[in-house]
């Protein structure tokens, strides 16, 4: 086997070391972006989950129009509007941050960023909003003030209940940080494009890039089944 | 009102070439969403194999690989076949891959994954008994899909149908990236052109926002209706 493997590896002319190392840093590229706008996603989504909440129209209000906004449309659209966008703010070029937003990165990180914490917002105040009322009102009796009944009641119990929908999420921007290669990001899929235009090798380039997508997304979906059993280890049966 | 710079035609009939996208692409993922929940809940282990390799590929690659693969990878495939054709039997064959068709095969099919979750657990949810009665009564298995399953499966499905709906509608912006002149590429080219990238991205993404508001309503109507025979617990 490893005869044969070696000697497909000497005829063919796309997979060499060369090429490996592009779809390598691709694989870098798309894992650092995804990682940051999650964990900052994740950071914006708490503060702003707890605020839509909030019985008071004019603090929920916003936060709802938001997530409305961004989870009505295209991120395609969203990721256009702020790399396109940004450039033609009147001043911006002469500021320091355009020395930031002028490499597409930085860009395609609001633009994830963005977009990812309008959807976690609304997972979260979904498990927040199901907490059951009999653990507020324990925690009411136990003198606990609204914040430390934030802390050690309301978001641990939502968690529990959120983190399934999350591990959906996290594939699903898994999946849709492809279009970064659209802004002239080289991730994953924009380092199987420039191979697919150099050798014209489609099902090369492209099947290569998908088992490479699909790996990542299993050590995801791995990592997450260890996260909920872990998570929910106090609702296994006593036998199972 | 709203100066569009003459791409005002463009932009419309942009608009239905991604409405007509959306809608073909919906009617190819139910037929295979129906299609994979009968093979995934059937009894034959290689029907279950199948369907289930099949979610198993579509849920694990991002929709832009799968796009850019039918599309440029389907044109190579024609290619490749016409070739053989000729060299085989000498009938001249050639088929344009255009980017429509790549757009509603690649959408329907990663859809079509999602709708076969989605119909299994709404099958699943049929009770047991309503089957019974219908094999009691004589129903072939047709009959008994088509006059039982069916219209009390619709009512378990729908939220979930409802939401891959929604998904897949901002998925076919995805299409402007292989060529095709939808209402994203036609923002794209004016707001190049005229550099006024929010001028002519803003009122596209509102587009969009009224297509899924629109689709959110008339799916809540669906449900009420699919639901009027049930009594809601407190």
Known sequence: MPDFIAEWLNQN??????????????MVTTVHLVFLSLVIGLLVAVPLAILRTVRNPFVSGPVWLYTYLFRGTPLLIQLYIIYYG?????????????????????PALLAFT????????????GAIVSTPHGEIEAAKAYGMNWFMRMRRIVLPSAARRGVQAYSNEVIFM???????????????????????SRFYAPFDAFIFVALCYMALTFILVF??????????KHQRPVNG | MLDLKGYGPALMDGAIVTIELAFLSLALSVALGLVGASAKLSQSRVAKGIATTYTTLIRGVPDLVMMLLFYYGGQVAVNMLSDYIWEAYEIDFFFQFDPFISGVVTIGLIFGAYMTETFRGAFLAVE???????????????????????????RHALPGLGN???????????????GLTDMVRVAEEAAKAERMPF??????????????????????????????GVVQGS
């Open chain 2, 164 to 178: 891959n709906w929604q998904v897949l509608l901002k998925t076919t912006a995805l299409v402007s990236i292989i």
């Open chain 1, 223 to 232: 990592a997450f089944r260890k996260l909920e059993n872990h998570l929910l």
């Open chain 1, 86 to 106: 940004l450039a033609q703010i009147e001043g911006i070029q002469e500021t320091f941050w355009w020395e930031i937003f002028r490499e597409p990165f930085y």
């Open chain 1, 114 to 125: 963005l977009n990812t914490a309008a959807y976690t917002t609304e997972i979260i105040r």
């Open chain 1, 174 to 196: 898994l999946h849709a940080s492809a279009i970064a290669s659209v802004v002239t990001i080289v991730d994953l899929t924009g380092a199987a494009r420039n191979i697919y």
């Open chain 1, 13 to 26: 002319e796309i997979f060499t070391a060369m090429t490996i190392m592009e779809y390598w840093d691709g």
């Open chain 2, 128 to 154: 047991t008994g309503q089957i019974e009665a219908a094999r009691a009564y004589g129903f072939t298995r047709f009959h008994t899909f088509r006059r039982i399953m069916l219209p009390q499966m619709l």
């Open chain 2, 199 to 228: 001028h002519f991205f803003i009122p596209v993404a509102f587009v969009y926002l009224a297509l899924t508001a629109g689709s959110e309503l008339f799916i809540k109507w669906l449900d009420k209706r699919a639901n009027v």
